[in-house]
């Protein structure tokens, strides 16, 4: 079996740039809070799991201003997620991660539900399946496990759409892969989806009422 590495795929948690659609229920300042509070989360599972090495592939690049009041563990390598639009970015993750012989788990920092144990058993199925997914109930998915490359399941997608899952599974039955799809989860994208942050988490980030975002 290839080592596993998990690639978070992941913006600068700062106000105005992050979690925008947030922005109505939580104001600027409190989506890039609760971006910031994802991203820890994430990294700490992706950690916790213990599949093989993690990889913050970053937008804007590692060295920009933006990232400079985030400290991660020694242990995580960082990465430029580069120039293009979604798919042509995670395509140059893939490709450059299965082209030095390793699998991976690409993962964003959006949901919560991303656990540990998730991630093992993710991890522990691409030594039977040639893919799986994690899908979101809005049609997305937060998690992509791949043994090998094939640029059909980046390109033409309409992303950040209700397709997005159904369209990557048909790409890969064409491709003759067998896939295993993981139970659906929820995403933390608008402001409806404040409902499934964790109990534990702050409730400033939960319950929201409208906030001028001015």
Known sequence: MNPVRIVIFAKAPVA????TRLIP???????????RRMLDHTLAQALAAEVGPVELCV???PGDVAWQNVVVAKSVA???????????????????VTGAGESL??????CPALDAAVLRSAASSLQQFDATLVPTADGGYVLLGLNGFHA??????????GSVAAETRRRMARLGWNVRDNPTVHDIDDPADLEWLPEGWPGAFRNQEPANAA
Do not use: H
């Not at 229920?25 to 971006?35: F, R, Y």
């Not at 430029?80 to 993750?93: I, K, P, S, Y």
């Not at 059909?152 to 759409?161: H, K, P, R």
């Open 16 to 19: 105005g740039l992050a979690k």
């Open 105 to 110: 788990l690409l993962i964003g920092t959006d």
């Open 59 to 61: 937008t804007p690049s």
């Open 152 to 161: 059909s399941l980046f390109e033409g997608i309409e992303w950040s759409t």
């Open 25 to 35: 229920a939580l104001g600027a300042q409190g989506a890039a809070d609760l971006a």
């Open 78 to 96: 960082w990465s430029d997620q580069g120039d293009g639009n979604l798919g042509e970015r995670m395509a140059r993750a893939v490709q450059r």
